[in-house]
């Protein structure tokens, strides 16, 4: 184990009204995206420990606009002849005749969901762009609702909603009511503080001694503490867990020292890695062990969506959209090889 000192990362340039707002929506929504992802909700854990894989990301430039300015380069595509024939022959009537009503957070946080800053209206972030993109890939008027985390489940269900996208991961028992298209991994990360001593996160000896925030009675909870577990038995220091229930207490606590490193959702630390410029990232794992869970498109069970909207998040990676999305959010780490529909997910608690 080492923690060897290494340079801190240099804040991006931006102005102090910038700053300010980033900070706020992060402050603001940063638990209701921890909240999203499926694979660290308080009702779904998991009883294993799993090593994270390797350090933080390479550099990766991002526009980051946080207005709706950001609309004017979002990614477009034409429809997809071979996603188009598919939801013909699949039987499934949109919501709206000639629309893809999309179930999408607005009250998320960066990057993935989130409303503008000049605009309560407007929802920006990935999600919005996949949502997008999805829509027009299969020859449809892209039509977003703003809903809470919440009323998501039954507003598919009951088909309210033909789609929602809204960092939700691929679980076995969610399986049951309904069909997933992925399109990002779920991937968890191990941050400090940017001026930190501590270079890498990647095995339980690098957390010995370390007071760790992590929410509570999650899943990532369980791997921190079958690591202190695994440390305690090794003989050396376990390490703490320390809790905040409002995240910006939890930043602040790690930036002034009084917490060594946090665990939080990728695509959150990427963010306030690379506009605040107060944390690095370095350390990540996949937060579904022991399956490498992914985040999905979600469409009622059954309904025929499901393939037509896979072949567009298909097409998308061969043609390279998908990754001008993630790479303009800072999203690179998290994404996938292949859009798979129902693949294994979080095993059931």
Partial sequence: MTHAPSAPTSP???SPRRRLAALGLLAASALAL??????????????????????????????????????DTRPHIEAIPEAVEALEASGFEPVQPGR???????????????????DAQTIIGSDADFAS?????????????????ADWPLGVESGKYDLALINIGVTEERKELFDFATYRDAVMAFSVAADSEISEIAEPADVSGLRVIVGS????????????????????????????????AGL????????????????LAAFREQTLGETRIVGKFNSAYPVDGQIGAVTAKGNGLVEPVQLVIASLIENGQYDAVLERWGQTEEA???SLINPPGLPKP
């Avoid at 009702?43 to 609309?71: H, I, Y």
């Avoid at 999309?102 to 000049?118: C, H, K, N, W, Y």
């Avoid at 602040?252 to 695509?267: F, H, M, V």
């Fill in 336 to 338: 996938v090889p292949a």
């Fill in 252 to 267: 602040l606590a790690l930036t002034s020292g009084r917490a060594d490193a946090s665990i939080e959702p990728y695509a």
């Fill in 34 to 71: 921890t909240a999203c992802s499926a694979v660290i909700s308080d009702d779904e854990r998991s009883g294993s420990g799993a090593a994270p894989e390797g350090a933080g990301p390479a550099t990766t430039e991002a526009a980051f606009d946080l207005t709706t300015a950001n609309l």
């Fill in 133 to 149: 993109l999805i829509s027009e890939g299969l020859g449809l008027e892209y039509t977003p609702e703003n809903v809470a985390w």
């Fill in 100 to 118: 893809l009503t999309v179930a999408i957070l607005g009250a998320g946080a960066p990057p993935t969901s989130f409303f503008a800053e000049d």
């Fill in 217 to 248: 009675g999650t899943n990532q909870e369980q791997y921190l503490l079958d690591w202190f577990a695994q440390n305690d038995a090794a003989g050396i220091d376990a390490g703490e867990p320390v809790y905040y229930d409002d995240s910006a």
């Fill in 12 to 14: 991006r340039a931006r």
